[in-house]
């Protein structure tokens, strides 16, 4: 017979939001990501897609979970067709002129990225810069810049009810997600062929 006095207590249920906190707190993810990208400038996408497809070879550079979303980008770079390198890989190439070096950080100060960049700029690369501090060490090397400034789900500017730099890295991921499907719309790029190149080694 159970001894139901020594049972623990079921836990209490969760008030977070009307429907759970789960939905309450993907409601508020949706639509902070909606305001950053609803900001984001339709001018400074068109010059970065500019120049992926005019360079010779494309290099991406980040840290920690910006380096996640721009390794993702380099990936269907390469599904587009494009050569492309993650720069911390051990098989990245030397980059010279006429490549390009996308770099994304949120805070614009990372040591590592400022620093692979100003190498990158000297070699003669094209630097592009996706970051949401417009003013830091790493914007300032940028030929291109693309603005993603965080914002809160009413659209109010550095008001993200999430912890720090995650609606950034959030943004920078759907960000290049569609800079690549804009670019097989306009190249006209064939899902099929995309998918040929896919790994099959995995």
Known sequence: MVDQQNQPAPPAPLTVG??????????????????????????????????????QRIMVLGAGRSKLAVDAFAMRLMHLGLTAHVSTDVTCPAIAEGDLLVACSGSGHTPTVVQRTEAAKQAG??????????????AA???????????????E?????????????QGALVFFDCLILALQRTQHVDPSEMYARHTNLE
Do not use: C, W
Request: no cysteine; aromatic share 6%; net charge negative.
């Open 18 to 55: 009307v429907d759970g906190p789960l939905a309450a707190a993907r409601r508020t993810i949706l639509r902070e990501i909606e305001a950053l990208l609803t900001r984001a400038r339709e001018d400074q996408a068109q010059e970065l897609m500019q120049a992926v497809y005019g360079a």
């Open 157 to 169: 500017p550095d008001a993200s009810t999430q912890f720090v730099g995650t609606l950034f890295e």
């Open 125 to 138: 690369a094209r630097i592009a810069v996706v970051t949401a501090n417009q003013e830091s060490p790493l």
């Open 141 to 155: 090397l940028a030929d291109i810049r693309v603005h993603l400034a965080e914002y809160s789900q009413d659209f």
